[in-house]
């Protein structure tokens, strides 16, 4: 079976960090774009980053997180490195495209992960 399963969501404070994994089963991420999206209460799900042969980030989080693959674990990261208010949401990962060609757009993905909750708060 296809799964993604997200984690290492929680309370951050600006000036710290944290990483997000998004692992998968039943198929390899590494042959695939994996987007991570999220979304704040009555907001639109908007995408953050995707990552095939190459990343991509959307301009408010460009220079503060960071998105990785580790093929052995077969697991996608988003580190967010320099938080902000804003980016309290629930974060999704999602797959299903080859490469990050219209990356933003939702409709592209065949597989969802549950979300794990992001807080950035003082």
């Known amino acids: 079976q296809v799964q993604l399963v997200e984690s290492g969501g929680g309370l951050v404070q600006p000036g710290e960090s944290l990483t997000l994994s998004c692992a998968a089963s039943?198929?390899?991420?590494?042959?695939?774009?994996t987007t991570w999206f999220r979304q704040a209460p009555g907001q639109e799900r908007e995408a953050v980053s995707c990552i095939a042969t190459t990343t991509y980030y959307r301009d408010s989080v460009k220079g503060r997180f960071t998105i990785s693959r580790d093929n052995e674990k077969n697991t996608v990261y988003l580190a967010i490195n320099d938080p902000k208010p804003e980016d309290t949401a629930v974060y999704f990962c999602?797959?299903?495209?080859?490469?990050?060609?219209?990356?933003?757009?939702?409709?592209?993905?065949?597989?969802w992960g549950k979300g794990t909750q992001v807080t950035v708060s003082a």
């Open positions: 039943g198929f390899t991420l590494g042959n695939y774009a």
């Open positions: 999602a797959t299903g495209p080859s490469l990050c060609y219209e990356w933003l757009n939702s409709r592209m993905y065949s597989y």
